[in-house]
């Protein structure tokens, strides 16, 4: 009986002793992500203050160039005081055994284990959704509206707040859902099987994204016959490329903000141009725009893209398999027995690190891509028209010219604005 007590205790010390090394390399990850993205944060505030580069002099006149530099400082404010609340929130709950109560709220709803993880990050999307609207609020009724670029009512607000939680939560639910069943039914292969549903899910959302979801917030207007809609026809019959679906898309009535993509795939595929960018852009420079997105069709890189992003979710899904039962990371958690729902939040926490990883080398890749799609439009004449149309937009949405080049590889999906004018205008 001695040996056996001895046993249990030599057992359960070194189920605490792994949990605590657990716990603790939470809140390590937490706190260091929070302090580089302040080193992030203070780089590029520096960088912002440099002379406008000698290639993009008289894109800002002084006026203008005061207000960038005034708005970006407003946006920087408000992302580090949310940056702030929710690592201090997430470091309360996670160490003040948040994750444990709300694993008790549960509990006393259901005992099936798929509500129960429904109902968990449900609990997760709320505290989200709380903390980000007064940030969202105001930076768009007062920071937004202060520089012109608002056109948002407070009802259209607070009315796409509510669809966007009701549609996320809808399709957060539906996999969550079937993942758990999943698990329930096939342990040993729930990774691989739930790796082939969540994956046929996500080609058909993309398959349905412009019929389905995006009529919910914006209307899709066929875009009439006329000079623009004729000259985007002409230069898609020059590359060869089949384009038949071209949309305006109503942007303007929440932001004055433009933009164009590709969506969907095979006879879904759409163009969808925002009809600020016919505000801001001349006809052949809104050409160029979209000749830069045809570019990324023709090199296949949103194929290419979606590839390796499944690939990624694959290995996800394998590692928290390894993990899924781990005694260990629910009671880092402060949690006496593992269950889905608590082990995919703190392996979703303990992730960070590969995933800020992966993050900077697809954003390695992503950037090679804008080189080649600049480089497709370019080649076939319009290398000119798409420097001046992205001029023009930085322009318009008060851009930072001066990003700190650790900020660009850490963050961002394009290449800087001065690298794309030097390429497209051969300087």
């Not at 449900?122 to 609207?133: P, V």
């Not at 433009?258 to 141009?273: D, E, L, P």
């Not at 090679?368 to 149309?389: H, I, T």
Request: glycine content about 6%; charged content about 20%.
């Amino acid at each position: 009986m001695m040996h056996l007590q001895c046993l249990i205790r030599i057992i359960m010390n070194t189920y605490l002793y792994m949990a605590n090394i657990l716990y603790w390399t939470i809140i390590v990850i937490v706190v260091a992500e929070f302090a580089f993205d302040c080193v992030l944060r203070y780089l590029n505030t520096k960088a912002s203050k440099q002379p406008i580069p000698k290639e993009l002099e008289g894109l800002y006149d002084e006026e203008t160039y005061k207000r960038q530099q005034a708005y970006s400082s407003e946006r920087r404010r408000v992302s580090l005081i949310g940056s702030v609340l929710n690592t201090c929130v997430t470091l309360g709950i996670f160490a003040f055994g948040g994750f444990a109560v709300f694993d008790g709220w549960v509990r006393e709803v259901s005992d099936c284990p798929i509500i129960m993880a429904i109902l968990y990050m449900l609990i997760f999307s709320l505290i989200g959704m709380i903390i980000d609207i007064p940030f969202g609020y105001y930076s768009t009724f007062v920071i937004e509206t202060k520089y012109g670029f608002n056109r948002m009512t407070r009802k259209l607000f607070f009315m796409d707040l509510l669809k966007s939680f009701a549609i996320s939560t809808v399709i957060t639910s539906l996999i969550i859902g079937v993942v758990v069943w999943i698990y329930g039914m096939i342990p040993e292969w729930f990774w691989l099987i739930a790796w082939a549903v969540v994956s046929a899910f996500q080609l058909f959302m993309q398959y349905i994204y412009t019929d389905l979801i995006v009529p919910m917030f914006n209307k899709l207007t066929p875009m009439e016959e006329g000079e623009l809609r004729s000259a985007i026809e002409a230069f898609a019959n020059k590359v060869d490329f089949k384009l038949e679906n071209i949309y305006m898309q109503d942007s303007s009535k929440r932001s004055t903000h433009g933009n164009a993509y590709f969506s969907g795939w095979g006879k879904r595929k759409k163009v969808v141009i925002y009809d600020t960018l016919t505000e801001q852009l001349s006809t052949e420079q809104i050409v160029g725009v979209l000749a830069h997105e045809i570019g990324h069709q023709k090199n296949g890189h949103i194929v290419k893209g979606t590839i390796i992003g499944l690939v990624l979710m694959l290995f996800t899904l394998w590692l928290f398999s390894l993990v899924i039962d781990s005694k260990d990371i629910a009671m880092a958690a402060q949690c006496t027995e593992p269950s889905f729902h608590i082990n995919i939040m703190v392996f979703s926490m303990l992730y960070t690190p590969i995933s800020m990883l992966t993050s900077m080398l697809m954003g390695i890749m992503s950037r090679k891509n804008e080189w080649e799609a600049d480089e497709f439009a370019k080649v076939n004449g319009y290398g000119k028209a798409v420097s001046e149309g992205l001029k023009a937009m930085s322009k318009h949405s008060l851009a930072n010219l001066t990003p700190h080049p650790l900020v660009v590889f850490i963050e961002y999906s394009h290449p800087t604005l001065l690298d794309r004018v030097r390429h497209l205008e051969g300087k």
